[in-house]
């Protein structure tokens, strides 16, 4: 989870995962939402976006790990909330998904930033807040909000279909998105949301998603927004939202013109093949989240364009195969160990030049990162690598300092007689790792 903070003052909490082209950002339905608490439990939607896109999700004022001592929640000040988060995290384009009531927010931001948002995904939600109100269900929530306790369990049993036992953990994870009181805040702000006026000024493709099992009026405003929207193409899907996420995940698939793999789960299908031996090089920018809060979101953006670009270049002259970017680092793949090994030193010599070396700028922010090595055989599904390889590998970046390259004694092993300078630096323990694991610092000053 990271923090953007909005032009009145607001911090707002997001969470990316994933990789792959293009950036879904996800304008989560109000009130319950905690993307961190989703995200640790285990969401299986979540899994299947960040198996074939970026995706970024945030906590709306109030909400989750926001600020909740929020009194304003109109819908241009909840904008503000969307605006931060995109400009933090620096994507010039991007697809928006709106979810519930986020649904009329996403529409405004599409309308008002045309040239930034590629695709909309309207999901299940409706172009007039207050029709979410009016259907049969809402009404009888209406009436239990002052009853705390009772409205989570009967919004348990509505979403979720599960009763007052088996339904506990979604109770609980329900009270830790939104206090009663901002519930009834956020309620009043965001109920008469319309933009039914708007949808006649978007420009970019929509995909309008409806779940038959919500509601029968619900069904009835996705027809109309999809007659309104000039581009539009509408995907009625059987069930609850939770019921079959694969048709959904295909059917964003299509819109973005991208073919889509689901997880084992989701599809049964996605069989991962051995890989052989490969060399896994993980590399972090160290003091990112500082950098950015000294620097501001532009500034910053800035120097992490610098950093990927540099670190893209390396990687090509030394045959390396970028497996995933994770904005402050990189994963990448090598057939040769010892091609790893070259790529690592060239790397910290490349960042050391480009601040320390002939006519560099003094007043430049400088670029620090940390690189750590492992060798074996990992699992290969869709472009991406798995297993404990990958892991100790990114846990070894993680061990290393900054300035530093560490290597496992696998790598050390394999470029045995290559002219590499390994210094021992002992058993270390590992995160997610019983046996304590030798590590090795690799010289890299000329």
């Not at 390889?389 to 496992?408: P, W």
């Amino acid at each position: 989870m990271q923090y953007a903070t909005t032009r009145d003052g607001v911090r707002i909490a997001f969470g990316t995962a994933g990789k792959g082209s293009p950036w879904i950002v996800r304008v989560p339905s109000l009130p319950f939402v905690h993307s961190q608490l989703e995200w640790s439990q285990g969401s299986e939607f979540f899994d299947q976006l960040a198996e074939n896109w970026t995706v970024a999700q945030y906590d709306p004022r109030g909400t989750g790990l926001s600020d909740r001592n929020v009194q304003d929640f109109s819908l241009e000040t909840r904008l503000l909330d969307l605006e931060a988060v995109v400009e933090k995290l620096g994507v010039e384009r991007f697809a928006l998904h709106g979810i519930g009531w986020g649904g009329p927010l996403a529409v405004t931001y599409g309308v008002r930033n045309s040239d930034r948002v590629s695709h909309l995904i309207l999901d299940d939600t409706q172009a007039r807040t207050e029709d979410f109100f009016n259907i049969p269900q809402m009404r009888v929530l209406d009436q239990l909000t002052t009853e705390w306790d009772a409205f989570l369990e009967y919004l348990a049993f509505m979403i979720y279909g599960v009763g007052r036992e088996e339904g506990r953990p979604v109770v609980k994870f329900l009270d830790a998105c939104v206090t009663q009181e901002t519930l009834q805040l956020i309620s009043e702000g965001a109920r008469h949301d319309d933009v039914t006026e708007l949808l006649s000024q978007l420009s970019m493709p929509t995909l309008i998603v409806q779940h038959s099992g919500v509601s029968g009026q619900y069904l009835e405003s996705a027809r109309d927004m999809a007659v309104r929207i000039p581009d539009a193409r509408l995907a009625m899907l059987e069930g609850m939202p939770v019921a079959d996420l694969t048709k959904l995940i295909g059917a964003i698939g299509d819109l973005l013109g991208t073919e889509t793999r689901g997880t084992e789960r989701g599809r049964g299908e996605g069989r991962r093949d051995e890989s052989g031996v490969r060399t896994i090089l993980f590399t972090d920018m160290v003091e990112h989240t500082p950098m950015m809060h000294r620097l501001g979101d532009k500034a910053g953006r800035d120097v992490l364009r610098e950093h990927e670009n540099l670190t893209r270049d390396v990687l090509r002259a030394h045959g390396g195969s970028e497996v995933k970017s994770m904005g402050d680092g990189f994963m990448a793949s090598f057939a040769s160990p010892a091609g790893a090994v070259e790529c690592a030193i060239t790397l910290q010599r490349a960042f050391e030049e480009l601040h320390h070396g002939a006519g560099a700028d003094p007043d430049k922010e400088p670029i620090h990162v940390r690189i750590g090595l492992n060798a074996g055989e990992p699992i290969e599904e869709g472009g991406d690598l798995f297993g404990a390889t990958v892991i100790m590998a990114s846990r070894i970046a993680s061990h290393a300092k900054s300035g530093e390259i560490l290597a496992s004694d696998v790598v050390r092993g394999l470029c045995s007689g290559k002219g590499f300078l390994f210094a021992d630096r002992g058993e270390n323990v590992l995160r997610g790792f019983e046996d304590a694991v030798r590590l090795y610092e690799i010289s890299w000053q000329p």
